[in-house]
């Protein structure tokens, strides 16, 4: 990309969004925060009892997100987020219109492993198939690009840089 954007690494639960964020921010050069860090404490404690968060619960967690990349416009940077339904990711272009989105896809079977193989994560695997089940693919008004997430993570990164540098072309 010509031109600092903020990049929302989105996708369902164990798509590798806390893996791939770092090295994209490493290989773009710009700062990574974890979407993760963001949620409120009772996020963090009904997500931990396999409990799916509703729209009430992930508005506040959306807007801190919204807001580090507000403050991160014409500066870059790359922050995680699963953003599942096009109304998160609509919640996050207002506070930071010039987002991009970069959706890690994948086949569920490779993702509930890659989720069992996590340790110490909140989120258990028996919430994966609400997160499929919430989510909406980028629309094709929507700026961003799709990514699938099999290969090794350093695969991963060269192609959604790829993609992302052709979001310019």
């Known amino acids: 990309m010509s031109t600092p954007h903020v990049v929302v690494v989105m996708g369902v639960a164990g798509t590798g969004k806390t893996t791939i964020g770092p090295l994209l921010a490493d290989a773009l050069g710009v700062p990574y925060a974890e979407g993760d860090d ?33 403050d991160r416009a014409g500066l870059g940077g790359v922050v995680s987020s699963s953003a599942l339904k096009r109304g998160y990711r609509d919640r996050l272009r207002v506070a930071a219109p010039d987002a991009v989105f970069l959706h890690l ?25 609400s997160q499929f089940a919430t989510l909406q693919s980028l629309g094709a008004d929507e700026t961003g690009v799709a990514i699938d997430v ?8 060269a192609r959604a840089v790829a993609a ?3 979001l310019d072309s």
Do not use: C, V, Y
Request: hydrophobic fraction near 35%; glycine fraction near 8%.
């Open 150 to 157: 099999s290969g090794t993570p350093e695969d991963i990164t």
């Open 105 to 129: 896809t994948g086949d569920r079977e490779l993702i509930e492993r890659r989720m069992s193989e996590r340790k110490g994560h909140f989120m258990p695997t028996q919430l994966l198939d």
């Open 164 to 166: 992302l540098r052709g």
């Open 38 to 70: 963001f949620h409120p404490p009772a996020n963090i404690a009904k997500m931990s009892a396999g409990t799916p968060l509703d729209d009430r619960d992930r508005w506040p967690w959306l807007d801190a997100i919204g807001a580090w990349a507000h």
